[in-house]
Nanobody, 129 residues
Framework: VQLVESGGGTVQAGGSLKLSCVAS?????????MAWFRQAPGKEREGVAAIYRSGSPTWSGISPTYYATSVKGRFTISQDRAKDTLFLQMDNLKPEDTAVYYCAAGATLSTLIPQSYNHWGQGTQVTVS
């Protein structure tokens, strides 16, 4: 399984960024969860948002989503199941959102606990000034 993030960068406070994560080799037919995490310098990795991923690539139903309190109302997690791509739309960014953002996959529960995920991307830097 390979997860590749993109879309990070530097933005002013109040601005927006959209992160993408392309998954390859992730062919499980079982439903799982994918998520975004972030880690700021000197801090532990924290969950940002998670989304239900159907085992079917033709899934067109509603996928439940979950958010950390700190980003609720500002960030939106979504996916293109057919293209196995995960997104994170980040609006009204704040300096405290500055971190390396990671895509993760493989949890069997709707959780933002890092240990529940067994596949990780390399991360993309987001800096809010």
């Amino acid at each position: 399984v390979q997860l590749v993030e993109s879309g990070g960068g530097t933005v002013q406070a109040g601005g927006s960024l959209k992160l993408s994560c392309v998954a390859s080799g992730y062919s499980t037919s079982s439903p799982t969860y994918m998520a975004w995490f972030r880690q700021a310098p000197g801090k532990e990795r924290e969950g940002v948002a998670a989304i239900y991923r159907s085992g079917s690539p033709t899934w067109s139903g509603i996928s439940p989503t979950y958010y950390a309190t700190s980003v609720k109302g500002r960030f939106t997690i979504s996916q293109d199941r057919a293209k196995d791509t995960l997104f994170l739309q980040m609006d009204n960014l704040k300096p405290e959102d500055t971190a390396v953002y990671y895509c993760a996959a493989g949890a069997t529960l709707s959780t933002l606990i890092p240990q529940s995920y067994n596949h990780w991307g390399q991360g993309t830097q987001v800096t809010v000034s």
